[in-house]
Structures are given as structure tokens and as C-alpha cells.
């Protein structure tokens, strides 16, 4: 993912697992990355980054993403509680939200690092995800992502990512474990 400026803000240890990142996948050793490995959720952002379509469903109190890809799906509670939450995570964090105007807005934190933001960028457990998703015109959704990790960047940094509107059709059967056993590797992730 592309910062909307300069470069991503590695700490030495941020660009120290980057750079290993980097060899790992030149190398075809996807052992970094546990979504190709393990078929597991990719985690957010890189969730939103799938090359697939995502369906959004929403209720007063959820908002709900349904991705084509392996059909995952990840949930963002719109109350406005302050104990336990809604809905709890494991790869996708915990995630709030709330209307700003047009714009949704939902804090997401309690990541695993496990995960990554991109195919390469690492983060840690420490990572906290703003996004602030809005719609440019009748068929384009604009998603505007902070991410903060001081442990992995020295600053937060910012990307933009935009989304087409595609046709509402039922999503085909999608099973990651089937690809990645037809060794149909890397998987369609960003």
C-alpha cells in the first residue's frame, strides 16, 4: 500500500521484517505471510485490498463487510458502548464505528501481528486503524486509511484506496485451501 506521501515511516525494526519480507517472497518461501501459508484472514487493511468484490450490509447497530475472497467477512459495531465489545476479532482487530456526515468512520484495534498490511509491510500488536470510507459519487466508495504502530513506523502515515461499484451477483464458491493445495501461489492478495 502507498502512503498518500513520501515513503513508509519504518523504524529499524519496521524495515528490518520488511526487508525480510522482501527476500521471503523473492525467494517463494511465503512462510512470512499466513495468509498464503495458512489460508488465514489476511487482516485489515490488506482485507480490503483483495483483488475480489466485497458486498456491505448494514443494520443500525452493525456494519458488515462480506468479501468474496474465501468469503470472509469482518463486522464493525455501531453502538455506542463502552464495555465489552460487539464483536471481537482475531485477525481483523476489534472495530468501531460511527457517521461523520456522509463519512463512516470506524477505529479498529487489538490486532495480532500476525498479519500484514500489504503482500510485504509488517505491523504489531500495538497497530491502531483509522478509516473513513465515503461515497465520491454514485459508484465509487473512497477509503481513506491512518495507520499507527509506533513500534513499526515513526510516525502514522495515510493511503487512499477507491473502490468501483460491481454488479450484484452471488459470489462463486471460493475456498483458499483448494487453490493453495492446486499450488495456485501467491493467492489473488495484494
Not at 487493511?45 to 456494519?63: G, N
Not at 500484514?116 to 505491523?123: A, C, F, G, K, R
Not at 454514485?138 to 502514522?156: A, K, N, S, V, Y
Request: aromatic letters at 10%; one cysteine or more; hydrophobic letters at 35%.
Amino acid at each position: 500500500m502507498q502512503p498518500t506521501s513520501g515513503s513508509v515511516p519504518f523504524t529499524t525494526d519496521g524495515r528490518k521484517r520488511y526487508e525480510a519480507n522482501k527476500r521471503a517472497q523473492a525467494a517463494k518461501h511465503y512462510d512470512y505471510d499466513n495468509a498464503q501459508t495458512l489460508c488465514a484472514t489476511p487482516g485489515l487493511p490488506r482485507l480490503m485490498l483483495t483483488p475480489m468484490r466485497f458486498h456491505i450490509w448494514q443494520r443500525s447497530d452493525l456494519v458488515t463487510f462480506q468479501f468474496e475472497w474465501n468469503r470472509v467477512f469482518y463486522q464493525v459495531d455501531m453502538t455506542d458502548r463502552k464495555s465489552e465489545p460487539l464483536l471481537v476479532g482475531v485477525n481483523v482487530g476489534v472495530s468501531k464505528g460511527q457517521w461523520e456526515g456522509d463519512t463512516l468512520v470506524v477505529k479498529s484495534d487489538n490486532f495480532t501481528d500476525q498479519t500484514l498490511i500489504d503482500n510485504l509491510v509488517p505491523h504489531s500488536d500495538e497497530m491502531k486503524l483509522t478509516q473513513r470510507f465515503r461515497l465520491v459519487d454514485p459508484d465509487t466508495l473512497e477509503d481513506r486509511i491512518t495507520i499507527e504502530d509506533p513500534q513499526t513506523f515513526t510516525r502514522p502515515w495515510e493511503a487512499v484506496v477507491t473502490y468501483k461499484r460491481q454488479p450484484d451477483a452471488p459470489f462463486p464458491e471460493d475456498v483458499c485451501i483448494d487453490r493453495r493445495r492446486a499450488g495456485q501461489l501467491p493467492l489473488p492478495l495484494k
